[in-house]
């Protein structure tokens, strides 16, 4: 299983990006999700999206971030907009998949967001 994200770069702040992640080896994936650690913090949660379509954000991004999935592609996508310094981090793609009761877990390596002027 492989999960390759892109789309990061560097953004003044009140910009946009697009970033996109694409799952192999996979299918029926159960959710997917963005998470981010910027520099110095813990990994945290940014929006998961659901194989039915259900969105959940954390309320950092709520308004502003909007998750949406391919799922014949097998990919998923976080806009960003209204971008602030305080997105800078790394964004991690995450694949979840129930299979017999059990959760597996799968991760992207990164892609870096810098909002800056």
């Known amino acids: 299983v492989q999960l390759q994200a892109f789309g990061g770069g560097l953004v003044q702040p009140g910009g946009s990006l697009r970033l996109s992640c694409t799952a192999s080896g996979i299918f029926s994936i159960n959710v997917m999700g963005w998470y981010r650690q910027a520099p110095g913090k813990q990994r945290e949660l940014v929006a998961t999206i659901t194989s039915g379509d259900y969105a959940d954000y954390s309320s950092s991004v709520k308004g502003r971030f909007t998750i949406s999935r391919d799922n014949a592609k097998n990919m998923v996508y976080l806009q960003m907009n209204s971008l602030k310094p305080e997105d800078t981090a790394v964004y991690y793609c995450?694949?979840?998949?129930?299979?017999?009761?059990?959760?597996?877990?799968?991760w992207g390596q990164g892609t870096l967001v810098t909002v800056s002027s």
């Open positions: 995450n694949a979840e998949k129930i299979r017999s009761g059990l959760t597996y877990d799968y």
